[in-house]
């Protein structure tokens, strides 16, 4: 059950990560297929539910891209269940605080390590005995959302709690909580600088720094300037965009 996530940050790569908003098995088979090497389902504002995810992560076994999950908040229930379910990462929002990380860290693992409760329906072979226990404490990724003012005051008590392997920065909140325009492809200074100062923090310590972006172009900027998870868009905005410049080839605009 390795993580091919994982693996790819222990060897100092960087990780394209695609992003499902749309509640469907067949459009999450289909984008899984196109090169990404993780693909998270997102239920906090995508349109997903439980059930949703379920079948979008049967879509995505059918490709090599790695599962994950951005959960909707940082509660036991949803966490639990979206790894039983076979979650290999989980994107957990507006973590602030230490002692918040902590808290998604303990959702997040086993015993000792942690209080999940003992049931991988799906991620354990379907519920079978197995070896899925035994490994699932190092295999799954922590990666608490980095987004607001707050989280960027506490980042060097966030980033020192035990089990968390990365952090995932939300452009737009983060833009918001400093009294700017939220947006994703950022070229304000200020929050260009905090990027930086996020990026030499997780150095330090061996942890992987994330980003949400609007373009594949700023997506491989930020891969140049040390992000190693970069996701873009989402597949609602990617198919929009599609067929929005087809109209407009067809028609010659």
Same mark, same amino acid.
């Given at each position: 059950? &390795? ?16 992003? #499902? &908003?749309?509640?469907?098995? +067949?459009?999450?088979? !289909? ?11 997102? !239920? ?12 979008? +992560? ?17 509660? $036991? ?15 957990? $929002? ?16 086993? $015993? ?6 003992? %049931? ?53 909140? #983060?833009? +918001? ?11 304000? $200074? ?6 930086? !100062? ?28 040390? +992000?190693? #998870? ?6 609602? %905005?990617?198919?929009?965009?599609? &067929? ?5 080839? &067809?028609?010659?605009?």
């Amino acid at each position: 059950m &390795a993580n091919k996530v994982k693996e790819a940050w222990k060897a100092g790569k960087a990780v394209v990560n695609g992003w #499902l &908003a749309i509640p469907n098995a +067949f459009s999450a088979e !289909m984008y899984s297929k196109a090169g990404w090497d993780s693909v998270t389902v997102d !239920m906090q504002h995508g349109v997903q539910d439980y059930l949703s995810c379920v079948s979008c +992560f049967q879509g995505i076994q059918l490709s090599s891209a790695t599962p994950m999950v951005r959960v909707p908040w940082n509660e $036991p229930g949803i966490v639990g269940k979206v790894l039983d379910a076979g979650a290999m990462g989980i994107i957990c $929002p507006m973590v602030n605080t230490a002692e918040e990380a902590r808290a998604l860290v303990q959702y997040s693992k086993y $015993p000792p390590a942690g209080t999940r409760s003992n %049931g991988p329906i799906r991620a354990g072979a379907y519920g079978s005995a197995g070896g899925y226990q035994k490994t699932a404490n190092d295999e799954i990724l922590v990666i608490p959302m980095i987004e607001t003012k707050q989280a960027i005051e506490n980042i060097q008590a966030i980033l020192d709690v035990p089990g968390i392997d990365g952090i995932y920065v939300g452009p737009s909140d #983060l833009c +918001f909580s400093y009294g700017k325009e939220p947006k994703l492809d950022v070229e304000d $200074p200020e929050v260009l600088a905090i990027y930086d !100062m996020l990026l030499a923090e997780t150095a330090k310590r061996g942890i992987a720094a994330g980003l949400h972006n609007g373009t594949a172009t700023y997506a491989n900027k930020m891969i140049q300037k040390g +992000f190693k #998870l970069v996701t873009i868009a989402n597949e609602v %905005g990617l198919m929009v965009q599609a &067929a929005t410049q087809a109209v407009k080839t &067809a028609r010659g605009s």
